[in-house]
């Protein structure tokens, strides 16, 4: 357990990562807790460094004091080979989002499947599960994957533009839950397969500021479905706006932001963050206030 006279230097690596929220959620629960806590993100953009550098980046930090490192796009599956030892969930899903500097060593975790899952469940309680579409296989959307099929979702189809990745991601997941069904699709199925599931899931950066749009015509909606989204900047995604427009139950971004954070957090230092505290901080700082819940 940690004391207060500890200190904390914590970073996070990843491509246009400058206004991540994640710094000041870690910042402000570290102070609530009498925690010394210093957290500043490495934007592979701002230093010029591609994404192969991660290493390199990795061995710095610990040779400048970093306690450790978070980790997010496009490098949660190029730090694998640089790590001294990586947790099992994280070695099965081949990605991972948070690394542990301890004795000189660099040891990986992932919490975006534990960080969905917290979310899935407090917003979505009863949320059938039969049938569930998810767009995007990268390092989140495996992640999120294994975490809906944790959560119970007996049929998950996997659409990306990639089709290779999106059938490497789907064998992989039938090893992991092989009392489940683990399909891929390609982009065309999604206007036959989008109507008629229950949930849908988008964890390609679609919907970002950067990145503008929705990952399939939310027209497709009727209301029926559950509509979730890891994007949070912002937090009211073209895709999540719709899907409360057309009734459907949503969760948004913001709550597996919170929720890996969270779990970070406390693999970084051994404390038990206050959930809540953390989203209300988290909605503080977008400048927005919880949307009234959708009919249901």
């Known amino acids: 357990m940690s004391t207060v006279s500890e ?13 991540s929220l994640t710094p000041p959620m870690h910042e402000a629960e570290a102070a609530h807790q009498g ?12 230093v010029g460094r591609p ?3 991660v290493g390199a980046l990795l061995a710095a930090g610990r040779d400048l004091g970093f306690n450790a490192f978070n980790i997010t796009h496009p490098c949660k599956q190029l730090v694998l080979a640089h790590l001294d030892e990586v947790a099992p969930e994280a070695a099965a899903l081949g990605a991972v989002n948070t690394v542990l500097v301890r004795d000189g060593r660099f040891v990986g975790h992932n919490t975006d499947r534990s960080g969905f899952a917290a979310g899935f469940r407090a917003e979505l309680p009863g949320a059938a599960t039969d049938t569930v579409v998810q767009v995007g ?8 994957a294994a975490a809906l099929l944790s959560e119970g979702v007996a049929t998950l189809h996997l659409v990306d533009l990639d089709p290779e990745r999106a059938a490497e991601r789907a064998a992989a997941l039938r090893t992991m839950f092989p009392d489940r069904q683990v399909l891929a699709a390609a982009p065309a199925e999604l206007a036959e397969l989008v109507p008629a599931a229950d949930g849908v899931v988008n964890t390609t950066p679609v919907g970002m500021h950067h ?13 029926t479905q559950w509509v979730a989204d890891v994007v949070y900047l912002p937090v009211a995604t073209a895709l999540v706006t719709a899907a409360r427009a057309a009734g459907c139950r949503v969760l ?45």
């Open 51 to 53: 994404g192969t550098d």
């Open 35 to 46: 925690l010394h806590y210093l957290y500043r993100p490495v934007d592979l953009e701002v």
């Open 252 to 296: 948004d971004g913001g709550h597996m932001a919170v929720g890996q954070a969270a779990d970070a957090f406390a693999l970084i230092t051994g404390r038990r963050p206050d959930r809540a505290r953390m989203r209300a901080h988290f909605l503080s700082l977008l400048g927005e206030r919880r949307p009234a819940p959708a009919a249901r």
């Open 7 to 19: 200190s904390y230097l914590v970073g996070l690596i990843g491509e246009g990562i400058t206004a």
């Open 211 to 223: 990145h503008p749009g929705t990952p399939f015509d939310p027209a497709l909606l009727d209301g």
């Open 137 to 144: 296989t990268g390092g989140a959307g495996a992640a999120v």
